[in-house]
């Protein structure tokens, strides 16, 4: 077990719609990281927060946004869903705000029908 | 782009053997070189990692072996067992961000 908590572990939603992604971190830890799996893309890095402010971003698409909340949660919205987006969504905390030791959730599996 | 390339994309090894999983990266910025082990249905989980200045690290039956001159690192597993069947991704670090490779499938059969 890392520790780390995301919820819903299934999502499914049709075009359009909007959903919302929730990841508790591992205790203590100040950063996490948003993640997307697929089978064509594999893991790619969306977004991190540091301690409530957004610190890296990677292949995040417009529709997507996330935050990260003053009890250091974390949220990730996903609007306007397309098909393309169904994938595995990990959430990853590490202690620091530079820190490549990511520890990582089970996943939510999003899949839009 | 693709900045870091893994091979092979699938493994299959007899118990007891070693597994080999070799990696090559191409940005030089990249600070931090770990291994993670995925089991369906399950989150990556940190296996072990490295940084540039070290050549060689090992945990267990598990060893990375770094060479910084040719940007590759790969993954030893020594002693494979049924339980080391998994999918094993390396990654390269720089700040924070982690650029994975695309993944090995290994088997490890009896």
């Known amino acids: 077990d890392s520790g780390v908590t995301q919820t819903p572990k299934h999502l499914i939603t049709a075009t359009g719609q909007r959903v919302t992604l929730r990841c508790s971190p591992r205790s203590g830890d100040l950063s996490v990281y948003w993640y997307q799996q697929s089978l064509d893309q594999g893991l790619q890095f969306l977004i991190q927060?540091?301690?409530?402010?957004?610190?890296a971003k990677g292949n995040i698409l417009e529709r997507f946004s996330a935050q990260q909340f003053p009890d250091l949660h974390s949220e990730l919205n996903l609007s306007s869903l397309e098909l393309g987006d169904s994938a595995l969504y990990f959430c990853?905390?590490?202690?620091?705000?530079?820190?490549?030791?990511?520890?990582f959730g089970d996943g939510t599996r999003l899949s839009i029908l | 782009q693709q900045q870091v390339k893994q091979s092979p994309q699938s493994l299959i090894v007899q118990k007891g053997g070693i597994s080999i999983i070799n990696c090559a990266y191409e940005n030089t910025a990249f600070d931090y070189f770990p291994w993670y082990q995925q089991f369906p249905g399950k989150g990556p989980a940190l296996l072990i990692a490295?940084?540039?200045?070290?050549s060689e690290k090992k945990e267990g039956r598990f060893t990375i072996s770094f060479n910084k001159s040719a940007k590759q690192f790969s993954l030893h597993i020594m002693d494979s067992q049924p339980g080391d069947s998994a999918t094993y991704f390396c990654?390269?670090?720089?700040?924070?961000?982690?650029?994975f490779g695309t993944g090995t499938r290994l088997q490890v059969t009896l």
């Open positions: 990853a905390s590490s202690a620091q705000a530079a820190d490549g030791a990511q520890h």
């Open positions: 927060y540091y301690n409530g402010e957004e610190r």
């Open positions: 990654a390269a670090s720089t700040a924070s961000k982690l650029t």
């Open positions: 490295i940084r540039p200045d070290v």
